[in-house]
């Protein structure tokens, strides 16, 4: 009987982008392992479908949103029915939200595990007691075991891609450069899962991992995906000098965001040389009460702007915003305002989230306290709930408190024809049409 297998789940339709990319989490766990001496294998929904013609000692299941649970589940209890003995464990961001309705609900499940999987899941296979949620120092960590995949399963269609400089990149490689945020934004989910406590790889590492998957493996587009990248200033543009120095060839994509701040545009400047050609902006918000005092971001209007403008500088990089619809203090005059910023914005495409309490979050303890969640949500069936998804436009939770459900419909929609526009002018600005 094999050791383990780690299984990543397909991405749900729920997402906003169908896009998969390599399952970082997972390859974390099965590098890790296998420094351990342990053998392990990994199957990417995906790309293959076929979990059940093997049997394992262990089955670990990555869970990373509520919409993926009910499969995760059926997986479980189908491995369980052939392989009696296979024991289930499941992580991942999910997990770490909902584990004590997991416990409860699931009796094929044999270890739920919250937070960081290395060491907890070594210790599980070896039957260990450790009990340990935080990898101290991430520099020890070995890189993400990429080499178990077969790079042209992850091959996309780049047709519609901003690609300013005409290269191949149909395989974006996604890298994790830091765990943790020391920022307290109050709706977000991650601090309970990785920690406030910043744990950054130092610049050389990271541009160690760079050089290694661009020459060994001929990657030549990384996408950043730290929760978030950019706490440390000097490090940030440590690493984008020293990808200069060494002459790397390589694109960068910032999907986690730019800082707003009096940092951004040296930022910028540094990275622009480094080949960044696609970022975000997280600004979540056009009203500066709901978006600094409720939200906790800590980003000026005028910041807004010129952080803007400092990225328009460079004409090859792809400007995304994001923005959080339908928080409780929400109101018309906040929809508005932040209708007329996206609308003044030079940017070109719009992320638009729907406000979602996930558990463990200052939101989430604001929602139960007010009872503020719609009367049709059931809030004990949450942890597979098919809808709860910030990315899931089609569903609100929550009832603002000066703001109906059909002003929120409406704005919404509002979005997503500014969305279009701003499309069309990205197109028209490169060509496209
Ligand atoms: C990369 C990423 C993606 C990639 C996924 C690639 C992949 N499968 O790994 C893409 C772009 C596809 C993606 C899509 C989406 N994502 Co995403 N994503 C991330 C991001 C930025 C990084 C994840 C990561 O690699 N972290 C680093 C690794 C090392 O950590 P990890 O994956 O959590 O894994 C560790 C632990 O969770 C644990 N673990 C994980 N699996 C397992 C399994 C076992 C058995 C064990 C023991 C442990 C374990 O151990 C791992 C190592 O320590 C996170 C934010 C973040 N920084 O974590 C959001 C995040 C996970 N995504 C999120 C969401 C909502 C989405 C989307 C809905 C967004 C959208 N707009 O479409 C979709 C849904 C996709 C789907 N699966 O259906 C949310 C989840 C919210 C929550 N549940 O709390 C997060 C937390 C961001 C956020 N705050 O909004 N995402
Ligand atoms: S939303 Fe981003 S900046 Fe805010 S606490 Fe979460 S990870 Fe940190």
Redesign the pocket.
């Known amino acids: 009987m094999s050791k383990i297998l780690?299984i990543?789940?397909p991405?749900?339709e729920?997402?906003?982008?169908l896009?998969?990319?390599m399952?970082?989490?997972?390859l974390?766990?099965a590098a890790y392992l296998e420094m351990n001496n342990e053998s392990v294998d990994i199957l990417d929904l995906n790309v293959n479908s076929d979990y059940l013609s093997k049997e394992y000692e262990y089955v670990?299941?990555?869970i990373?949103?509520a919409?993926?649970f009910n499969q995760a589940y059926k997986i479980a209890k189908e491995i369980k029915s052939i392989y009696t003995n296979t024991k289930i464990?499941?992580?991942?961001?999910?997990v770490?939200?909902f584990k004590n309705d997991i416990i409860k609900n699931c009796p094929e499940i044999d270890f739920v595990?919250a937070?960081?999987?290395?060491k907890?899941?070594l210790s599980i296979i070896r039957n260990e007691s450790i009990d340990e949620r935080f990898i101290e120092d991430i520099n020890d960590l070995p890189f993400p075991a990429y080499r178990k995949l077969n790079f042209d399963d992850y091959k996309r269609d780049t047709t519609n891609w901003n690609n300013p400089y005409n290269a191949d990149l149909s395989i974006r490689m996604?890298i994790?450069t830091s765990r943790g945020c020391p920022n307290q934004c109050n709706f977000?989910?991650?601090i309970k899962?990785?920690g406030n406590k910043y744990r950054p790889m130092s610049s050389n590492v990271v541009v160690n991992l760079l050089e290694y998957y661009h020459k060994q493996y001929g990657v030549i587009y990384f996408a950043i995906?730290?929760?978030n990248f950019m706490v440390q200033t000097k490090r940030v543009i440590d690493i984008a000098n020293e990808i200069v120095k060494r002459n790397l060839k390589i694109y960068l994509d910032l999907?986690?965001g730019l800082p707003i701040n009096e940092h951004t545009k040296n930022i910028v400047d540094a990275l622009a040389q480094a080949g960044l050609i696609r970022t975000t902006l997280s600004i979540e918000s056009g009203n500066e009460y709901l978006r600094n005092k409720i939200m906790k971001k800590k980003s000026k209007q005028t910041d807004i702007f010129s952080a803007i403008e400092s990225i328009r500088k460079y004409p090859q990089i792809y400007l995304l915003t994001d923005f959080v619809i339908g928080m409780p203090e929400e109101t018309i005059e906040s929809l508005q305002s932040t209708y007329n910023l996206l609308s003044d914005l030079d940017t070109d495409d719009i992320t638009i989230s729907i406000a979602t309490p996930?558990p463990n979050t200052k939101l989430y303890d604001q929602c139960i306290k007010d009872n503020l969640f719609l009367p049709d949500i059931k809030i004990d069936e949450l942890y597979k709930s098919e809808e709860f998804?910030?990315?899931n436009l089609k569903r609100f939770n929550i009832r603002p408190y000066n703001l109906s459900i059909q002003e929120l419909i409406k704005y919404r929609d509002k979005f997503l024809e500014l969305k279009q526009i701003k499309l069309a002018n990205y197109n028209k600005r490169i060509g496209n049409i």
Do not use: K, R, W
């Open positions: 780690l990543n789940l991405t749900s729920i997402a906003s982008t896009n998969f990319t399952p970082v989490g997972i974390s766990l670990g299941i990555s990373m949103i919409a993926q464990i499941i992580g991942g961001p999910h770490t939200q595990v937070g960081e999987g290395e907890q899941l996604p994790i977000c989910s991650l899962h990785m995906y730290d929760a999907p986690t996930y998804c910030h990315a």
